[in-house]
């Protein structure tokens, strides 16, 4: 299997990009909270470098994390050591009989996995259905079509104390697909290390999968903030419930 998030980019966007997870997390609760859920398994797909599981432990949750990128369970097992985390493709991976099941930061959007893509998604809406008690609650968020304008790109960058990350952008309309090049420089004693990758998703209209979740099952709402906490531009959130 390709390694995604790699270690540099895994630790870079860890210790970087934090705020989308710790910002969504008192909405995410309040989510929670409304449905009657204050106990049982919670199942996070895309878990990444466990923040979200971390606030799922502190509120008594169990948790199962699934994510693609060894090097993020690795920082995640250290962060929440009384979760359970597996590394697969949350395509592919087996969901048990839980509470709740979330996926935050657009991970269905990602192409890591050669199955994903439309038929994949319904099929997986389909098995959450099937692993959710009733009342349960399927939380997640995606990114939309116009994250680039059309026949441009963008280019940025960030920095830290001791890593830098390069980003350039391009969405191609046609397909609804966004690509991501990311290089990494990460300080290794006296240098630098440069890692690069590539990254696509597919874009998904909020309405088109709000169909989908209504054909597996399910009741649903679709929001554009946790809580407080906007999403960014062009991004849709569901809440979808088993009955």
């Known amino acids: 299997m390709k390694e995604w998030y790699a270690d540099d980019l ?6 970087g990009f934090a705020d989308y997870a710790i910002k969504s997390a008192p909405g995410l609760l309040q989510i929670l909270a409304r449905a009657k ?10 878990c990444g470098s466990g923040l979200w599981a971390e606030q799922l432990m502190r509120a008594k949750y169990k948790v199962l994390g699934i994510d693609i990128s060894e090097p993020m369970i690795r920082i995640a ?52 259905h099937g692993a ?28 830290g104390e001791d890593w830098t990350v390069l980003v350039e952008k391009e969405e191609d309309t046609e397909q609804s697909i ?3 090049r990311i290089v990494t420089f990460r300080k290794t004693t006296q240098h630098y290390r440069r890692f ?38 062009n991004h849709a959130a569901f809440i979808a419930r088993r009955v």
């Open 10 to 15: 895994a630790y870079i966007h860890d210790v």
């Open 37 to 46: 859920i204050s106990r049982g398994l919670v199942v996070d797909l895309g």
């Open 77 to 128: 097992r250290k962060r929440a050591p009384a979760a359970a985390f597996r590394v697969e493709s949350l395509f592919k991976a087996s969901i048990p009989p839980c509470s709740a099941v979330t996926s935050i930061g657009e991970c269905l959007n990602y192409m890591f996995d050669s199955s994903a893509g439309a038929t994949a998604l319904a099929r997986l809406f389909r098995r959450v």
């Open 132 to 159: 959710l008690e009733p009342g349960g609650v399927f939380v997640f968020d995606i990114a939309e079509p116009g994250q680039v304008q059309a026949g441009s790109h963008t280019r940025g960058f960030t920095e």
């Open 178 to 180: 966004l690509t991501r």
């Open 196 to 233: 690069d990758e590539v990254h696509r998703q597919r874009l998904y209209r909020a309405r088109d999968v709000a169909g989908e979740l209504r054909q597996a099952g399910f009741r649903v709402r679709t929001v554009r903030r946790y809580g407080s906490y906007p999403l960014p531009k």
